[in-house]
T-cell receptor, first 113, second 112 residues
């Protein structure tokens, strides 16, 4: 059982370049999330999608766009990467109800130079 | 608005000693509370969660946490630390939506 799979695992970008982080889950979950993790700041929610076709901003959405392509897939796009977006990005998914466990992917390490 | 405060960004214990990681929350509605663990270069894994059933919650790897409404706390404990417990631990709170708000994390070191 793969769970939440995200690609790529590592990426180096130059300032101003664009890229898309891909995420897919095989647990038939309705809700999907993108978080970023920075030292001393914990995980901060970038965007989330409560169901196919809907997306909402989290705490730190600036500089990012998302697409909920179907129930399985939720991608995160950086249109013009900045050094401040150097971080570890985690995709996650859960059932709709708020008491349910959120399952995380293994992370994508992004460096913007 | 919800928030979570984890007291102590680093905690060090000897192998066999009590582990106590502190978490206080703020929520305007009855919260759901979670502890997650992150091992180096990995994603987060659920340790345990409180969803308004028993106030003492038991999780994996011998960890447990007690929900104390009067203290707005959800501290994580383990009676006897093992070397394999070395990791970063995150407390998180969720309200009536699907969003999970994380604390800043506590890195646990275990010395032999």
């Amino acid at each position: 059982n793969a769970g939440v799979t995200q690609t790529p695992k590592f990426q180096v970008l130059k300032t101003g370049q664009s890229m898309t982080l891909q995420c897919a889950q095989d647990m038939n979950h309705n809700s999907m999330y993108w978080y970023r993790q920075d030292p001393g700041m914990g995980l901060r929610l970038i965007y989330y999608s409560a169901s196919e076709g809907t997306t909402d901003k989290g705490e730190v959405p600036n500089g990012y766009n998302v697409s909920r392509l179907n129930k399985r897939e939720f991608s995160l796009r950086l249109e013009s990467a900045a050094p401040s977006q150097t971080s570890v990005y985690f995709c996650a998914s859960s059932e709709v109800h708020s008491g349910n466990t959120i399952y995380f992917g293994e992370g994508s390490w992004l460096t913007v130079v | 608005a919800q928030s979570v405060t984890q007291l102590g960004s680093h905690v060090s214990v000897s192998e066999g000693a009590l582990v106590l990681l502190r978490c206080n929350y703020s929520s305007s509605v009855p919260p759901y509370l979670f502890w997650y663990v992150q091992y180096p270069n990995q994603g987060l894994q659920l340790l345990l969660k409180y969803t308004s059933a028993a106030t003492l919650v038991k999780g994996i790897n011998g960890f447990e946490a007690e929900f104390k409404k009067s203290e707005t706390s959800f501290h994580l404990t383990k009676p006897s630390a093992h070397m394999s417990d070395a990791a970063e631990y995150f407390c998180a709170v969720s309200d009536q939506t699907d969003k999970l708000i994380f604390g800043t994390g506590t890195r646990l070191q275990v010395f032999p």
